[in-house]
């Protein structure tokens, strides 16, 4: 219970109007005096009634995306006796919202459709909303927290980019992930068998070789469609909306929603907070979303993600694209070492760079494209696609 404004200036003018009837022996000043308090006396104990009973109901979208327009539908089921008036929602799913609901009746459910923008990538779980009611004169405010459980997956907001220029279209109609994997020479484990004449001994698993006493490999999945790689740099992230690692996993997003149009397939690389690297392959494009929205800052560098990178977790990749925030103005040695030995892995190695306002990316993009990559540099006021689409560092 919260008094207002209001209230004092009853008791105060109550307290008053007292004074000078005693002084005076004007009895009608009492009564006027009387009036006053016993409406700061109802505007006490009413609120409590007013949202007594009342329950409380969000129904929400499984999975929404940021920056975009979402429906979400508030609904309030009446108690079972008298009418609730001058009451208002506040939640904060998706988007804080304040509603001011019309008259409630007995047994009655009143239904609000909100439109929300959410800000943050990731997945929103609300457990409670907040009821108030000032009702009737405005003397004091109650409030009450009303459970609920709402969860939404906030996936990365998504960007046509249309053909990009290291994203070429491959001659096939075959799926980019397939149902039913056939063996090869592809970068995917499938299975484990006996030796064959022609078998490459890399592929020898040693230690089952010794288990059984006979040699034993590894065999792979055939490598069809599967062509781009997209590593996503996790170590830090800062603000509270559309921050460097939102907008890393926005362009990520675009990149793979470019690429499986061109019918290419993808696979994701970053590190994650407990499963250090983690690598996402044979994924659809909502499985991949998915996994790009519940990306948290990991504290682990890029260089040791892009370290731990070797010629069997790029077999069959053509082009490793990586989305990173520039955070300063120095230069990263390590960083420029290990983008020139994926070039030397890779035909291509594209470094899309997220530029904050306060930063100076140009020698970051110089050191990117001495070390054989093509750089994207992406401004906060920028068009992606137009980002996208030429270089950042002049040849």
């Keep these: 219970m919260r008094p207002s404004k209001r209230a004092v200036g009853l008791l105060l003018g109550a307290g008053i109007l007292f004074l000078i009837g005693t002084n005076v022996q004007a009895g009608w000043l009492y009564v006027l005096a009387a009036l006053l308090l016993g409406a700061l006396a109802a505007g006490l104990v009413l609120p409590f009634a007013a949202l007594r009973g009342l329950s409380i109901e969000l129904v929400v979208p499984d999975e929404a995306e940021q920056g975009t327009p979402t429906i979400v539908e508030l609904r309030v089921d009446g108690s079972s006796r008298g009418v609730r008036r001058n009451v208002t929602v506040r939640d904060t799913h998706l988007e804080p919202v304040d509603g001011l609901l019309p008259p409630i009746r007995r047994g009655e459910r009143i239904e609000v459709t909100t439109l929300r923008t959410?800000?943050?990538?990731?997945?929103?779980?609300?457990?409670?909303?907040?009821?108030?009611?000032?009702?009737?004169?405005?003397?004091?405010?109650?409030?009450?927290?009303?459970?609920?459980?709402?969860?939404?997956?906030?996936?990365?907001?998504?960007?046509?980019?249309?053909?990009?220029?290291?994203?070429?279209?491959?001659?096939?109609?075959?799926?980019?992930?397939?149902?039913?994997?056939?063996?090869?020479?592809?970068?995917?484990?499938?299975?484990?068998?006996?030796?064959?004449?022609?078998d490459p001994m890399r592929h020898v698993h040693w230690a089952l070789t010794a288990r059984h006493g006979r040699l034993m490999v590894r065999e792979f999945e055939e490598e069809r469609t599967r062509r781009l790689a997209v590593v996503v740099d996790t170590e830090r992230d800062e603000g509270d909306a559309w921050t460097p690692l939102d907008r890393c996993c926005s362009a990520a997003a675009s990149v793979l929603d470019a690429a499986t149009a061109q019918g290419q397939g993808a696979r994701l690389i970053a590190a994650r907070p407990g499963l250090g690297i983690d690598v996402l392959s044979r994924a659809d494009r909502s499985e991949m979303f998915r996994w790009l929205a519940n990306l948290q800052p990991s504290g682990i560098p890029l260089e040791a993600a892009l370290g731990g990178l070797g010629r069997e977790d790029l077999r069959g990749i053509q082009t490793v694209v990586i989305a990173m925030p520039v955070w300063g103005r120095g230069g990263r040695d390590g960083l420029y070492g290990d983008v020139r030995r994926l070039a030397h892995l890779v035909p291509r190695v594209v470094c899309v760079l997220v530029e904050a306002s306060a930063t100076d990316a140009g020698s970051v993009a110089g050191g990117l494209g001495a070390s054989g990559a093509d750089v994207r540099r992406w401004g906060p006021e920028d068009d992606l696609a137009e980002a996208m689409s030429s270089r950042g560092v002049l040849a």
Excluded: C, M, W
């Design 118 to 198: 959410p800000r943050r990538r990731g997945e929103v779980v609300t457990v409670q909303a907040e009821l108030r009611s000032n009702a009737p004169f405005g003397v004091a405010e109650r409030r009450v927290r009303a459970k609920l459980l709402a969860r939404t997956l906030v996936l990365p907001r998504v960007f046509p980019l249309g053909n990009l220029p290291f994203v070429e279209p491959i001659a096939t109609n075959a799926r980019a992930v397939h149902e039913a994997p056939r063996r090869g020479q592809g970068p995917d484990y499938l299975g484990i068998r006996e030796y064959r004449a022609g």
